[in-house]
C-alpha cells in the first residue's frame, strides 16, 4: 500500500527567504507525485506533478519539486517565499501507470506560515 | 466557470439526520472522486466513479454512505443517520483518464453534526 509522510507539520519563514517542504513516500511500483496547496476554506489546487521524465519539475507561483527515486522522495521548494504563500502543503501519490492510476494518497500537510 | 463545484457548501444538521451532498465535475472529465478531509488532516479517499461505473470504495465508507453517479456526470454522495464523527470537509475532484491522473478538486462541503 501507498503511504506518504510530511515530516514537518509547520515551517515558519520570513518574506523573501529559501523554503524547503519535505515529502517523502512508500510505494511498491511506480508512482505520479503531487503537491497541492490549499488556502483557508478553499479546496485544493494543483502546485506540480511529476509523471515521469525528468526529475525537476517546476510548477505555479515559483515552486518546484525534485523527485529522488533512490531517496523515495520529493521536496518542495521555492527560492523566495512571499506573504500570500502562507498556506496548507500537501503531498500525494497515486500508484500506477496512465489509465490504472487512481486515487491519491495524502501526506498530513505541511502548514507554511510567511511573517515579515 | 468550468471548474469542479460542489453544493451545499456548508451544512449543518443534527445527529441522526441524513444528508446528501452534490458534485458536478469538469464536463468532459469521466472520472469523479470523493475525499474526506478532518481538522488538521489531509484528504482520506472515499470511493470513485469511471462514467457511471463506481470502481472502488475505501473501508473508511460504512454502511451509512452511499454515492451515486448516475448518468456518468454529477454525483451525489448520502449520509445516512448522520453521527458527531462524521464532521468533516466533503471534497470531491475530477480528472480525465490518461492525463497522469490530474485530480481537480472543488470547494468542499463543510459538514457540521450537532
Known amino acids: 500500500a501507498q503511504s506518504v509522510t510530511q515530516l514537518d507539520s509547520q515551517v515558519p519563514v520570513f518574506e523573501e527567504a529559501p523554503v524547503e517542504l519535505r515529502c517523502n513516500y512508500s510505494s511498491s511500483v511506480s508512482v505520479y507525485l503531487f503537491w497541492y496547496v490549499q488556502y483557508p476554506n478553499q479546496g485544493l489546487q494543483l502546485l506540480l506533478k511529476?509523471?515521469?521524465?525528468?526529475?525537476l519539475v517546476k510548477g505555479i507561483n515559483g515552486f518546484e519539486a525534485e523527485f529522488n527515486k533512490s531517496q523515495t522522495s520529493f521536496h518542495l521548494r521555492k527560492p523566495s517565499v512571499h506573504i500570500s504563500d502562507t498556506a496548507e502543503y500537501f503531498c500525494?501519490?497515486?500508484?500506477?501507470?496512465?489509465?490504472?492510476?487512481?486515487?491519491?494518497?495524502f501526506g498530513t500537510g505541511t502548514r507554511l506560515q510567511v511573517t515579515l | 466557470d468550468t471548474g469542479v463545484s460542489q453544493n451545499p457548501r456548508h451544512k449543518i444538521t443534527k445527529r441522526g439526520q441524513n444528508v446528501t451532498f452534490r458534485c458536478d465535475p469538469i464536463s468532459e472529465h469521466n472520472r469523479l472522486y470523493w475525499y474526506r478531509q478532518t481538522l488538521g488532516q489531509g484528504p482520506e479517499f472515499l470511493t470513485y466513479?469511471?462514467?457511471?461505473?463506481?470502481?472502488?470504495k475505501s473501508r473508511l465508507l460504512s454502511d451509512r454512505f452511499s454515492a451515486e453517479r448516475p448518468k456518468g456526470s454529477f454525483s451525489t454522495l448520502e449520509i445516512q443517520r448522520t453521527e458527531q464523527g462524521d464532521s468533516a470537509m466533503y471534497l470531491c475532484?475530477?480528472?480525465?483518464?490518461?492525463?497522469?491522473?490530474?485530480?481537480?478538486f472543488g470547494p468542499g462541503t463543510r459538514l457540521t453534526v450537532l
Open positions: 475532484a475530477s480528472s480525465l483518464v490518461g492525463r497522469g491522473n490530474e485530480q481537480f
Open positions: 511529476y509523471l515521469s521524465g525528468s526529475t
Open positions: 466513479f469511471q462514467n457511471e461505473a463506481q470502481l472502488e
Open positions: 500525494a501519490v497515486s500508484e500506477g501507470q496512465t489509465g490504472t492510476a487512481s486515487k491519491l494518497t
